[in-house]
């Protein structure tokens, strides 16, 4: 363009890697004239790599990403492996809060009874305290029902004690804690209360509520071991209150039920067959709600899948609560001590969806190969946490209390 400077484009070429450049150097032999001529005007050869422009036919390569693609699975297979340690690890070591889940739902410790007694049906609860062999202040629900009368006075004597008192110590299942149960207990008293059953009066009954550690307002954290000194604590407690209500040489003699619901009945088949109790308060009879046999079947029936980790840590359990083995021991202190076992009774939820009908199927087949006296009665339409809830489970379970003390009433 006219009056512009020149402007010189020059194009900027790299060479390939693949292409590389040979400078060719004079030949010794010329005259060192040619030789500078030569010089002056160097000449280039290329030797040309032919295979792709960006390696990929390289075998040193190849041979690379084909490590890095079997690197891969095994990184990953290795992550899962150690996950599934880690969960095998901490399921180990939490064992106590998986299985008892004492902190749940988040409001449980801060219940009151108050807050419960308008659902009771005019039940009266009290709160009383006491404490297991190493220390642990427990938490107790206390009430006094009367026995039925049939409709009918009952005429006592004046000054006369009644020839015994009724005595129940309930366990409940885990998670959640006392006052909430309180409300389905109490119909089931109120049923009982008002039952046209055989006269029992002037008897009454003393409903005992334990909240193991961890529960409720007791202090401590809950394992079996605990839960065992808890439960013999509980016993003690009814022993104490017995002697404090009729004397220590009195006529009238207490009966003792236990009744455990779910983990509850692992406490309670515990107490009865290893358990350090008063002779003066014996064990009657049991009442077990939703029953299973133990925590290793329970790991067995719920988790059966063979890649999960929970049916293979059984030899690391410290809670076993097995009802399975309690039942023997139970039947073999009788045996040797010549007297009676307890009447066990089993309340069972048709719909439960936590414990299979097998597990407590086996428990009463169990119970009829060891020569103990049981019944089962079957909850209609209810699920685990529903067996006494419900109607049918009502009635089942005030019918169970009163024969079962009317059994031991007659067996002295």
């Known amino acids: 363009m006219p009056g512009s400077p020149a402007i010189v484009f020059r194009r900027c070429w790299t060479p390939s890697r693949h292409v590389h450049w040979y400078r060719v150097h004079p030949k010794s032999s010329l005259h060192m004239s040619c030789r500078s001529t030569l010089l002056r005007s160097p000449r280039f050869r290329s030797a040309v790599q032919h295979g792709s422009p960006f390696g990929l036919g390289s075998p040193t390569l190849m041979r690379t990403r084909s490590i890095h693609i079997q690197t891969v699975p095994l990184l990953f297979t290795g992550m899962l492996i150690c996950l599934w340690i880690w969960k095998c690890f901490t399921m180990v070591i939490f064992q106590n809060k998986i299985i008892y889940m004492p902190g749940l739902p988040p409001n449980a410790r801060r219940e009151v009874i108050q807050d419960w007694l308008q659902h009771c049906g005019g039940i009266k609860w009290r709160e009383e305290r006491t404490k297991a062999e190493d220390g642990t202040d427990l938490a107790l629900a206390v009430t006094t029902i009367p026995l039925p009368t049939k409709g009918r006075p009952v005429a006592v004597e004046a000054g006369k004690p009644p020839a015994a008192h009724a005595y129940i110590l309930y366990f409940q299942g885990n998670a959640s804690s006392i006052p909430p149960r309180l409300p389905d207990l109490s119909w089931v008293l109120r049923a009982v209360s008002d039952s046209k059953a ?214 002295g």
């Open 198 to 411: 055989p006269i029992l009066a002037p008897m009454q009954l003393t409903f005992v509520c334990l909240s193991y550690r961890g529960y409720w307002t007791s202090r401590g954290r809950p394992s079996e071991r605990g839960i065992r000194l808890d439960a013999e604590a509980g016993v003690r407690w009814i022993a104490d209150q017995h002697e404090r209500t009729f004397g220590v040489d009195g006529n009238t003699k207490p009966l003792l039920l236990l009744w455990g619901q779910s983990i509850g009945s692992g406490v309670a088949t515990n107490l009865a067959a290893t358990g350090r109790i008063p002779t003066t308060t014996p064990i009657r009879a049991m009442i077990l709600e939703t029953p299973f046999l133990s925590i290793r079947s329970m790991l067995e029936t719920l988790y059966p899948q063979k890649w999960l980790p929970y049916q293979y840590l059984w030899p690391f359990l410290r809670n076993h609560l097995d009802s399975w083995q309690n039942m023997a021991l139970i039947a073999q202190a009788a045996k040797e001590q010549g007297k009676a076992p307890p009447f066990v009774y089993i309340i069972q939820a048709e719909r439960d969806e936590l414990v299979p009908k097998e597990q407590t199927e086996k428990l009463y087949e169990r119970c009829l190969d060891l020569g103990l006296p049981v019944e089962r009665g079957i909850a209609s339409v209810a699920y685990h946490q529903e067996a006494i809830a419900r109607g049918q489970g009502k009635k089942l379970a005030s019918q169970a209390i009163l024969a079962l003390t009317k059994r031991a009433l007659d067996d």
